[in-house]
């Protein structure tokens, strides 16, 4: 039952994270491209105060939920939920020491000077998004192969407790 109940929140979870940074990838970055400047760098500087926490936050459960279905699954479900927390992970290093350094520049320029180089700055950035996208959507659709295809094997521990005579 426990793995079950993990299962779905880590479908929960990496669904979510995959969704939001989907919808930032599809949507939001797009827009940005049709607007002119000091309206991108404003809004983008707005909406990092608001999605700072909350995507922190859809990054740390879906890591958890991950790592938690790891650690109380066996077999292949284990290694699965592992390999998608691994993943999760990687969105967040990405996130971290790729887009959240260049969402700092933004900032600045949102109220100074823009640098002759943005163009540049502004497609690294979309390709660290899509590749944080990327991870996050190969997290979900390795839970969805578990929730769908595989049969949870107990941790070697639940199997020792319900081996036990009653």
Request: glycine content about 8%.
């Amino acid at each position: 039952m426990r793995t079950r109940l993990l299962t779905a929140a880590a479908l929960l979870t990496t669904g979510y994270l995959c969704g939001a940074f989907g919808y930032g990838l599809i949507n939001v970055a797009q827009a940005f491209k049709t607007v002119p400047l000091d309206v991108r760098f404003t809004f983008h500087t707005a909406l990092m105060k608001v999605n700072g926490p909350v995507m922190q936050s859809a990054m740390g459960l879906a890591a958890l939920t991950s790592l938690l279905l790891a650690i109380y699954s066996g077999g292949v479900v284990r290694r699965s939920a592992a390999t998608a927390f691994g993943l999760v992970l990687t969105s967040f290093v990405i996130t971290r020491f790729g887009n959240v350094p260049i969402n700092g520049k933004i900032k600045q320029w949102a109220v100074g000077d823009v640098p002759a180089d943005y163009a540049q700055i502004l497609h690294r950035w979309e390709l660290f998004h899509i590749a944080r996208t990327g991870t996050a959507l190969l997290a979900f659709l390795i839970i969805i192969a578990i929730a769908v295809y595989a049969q949870p094997a107990p941790a070697a521990k639940d199997q020792a407790v319900s081996a036990a005579p009653n």
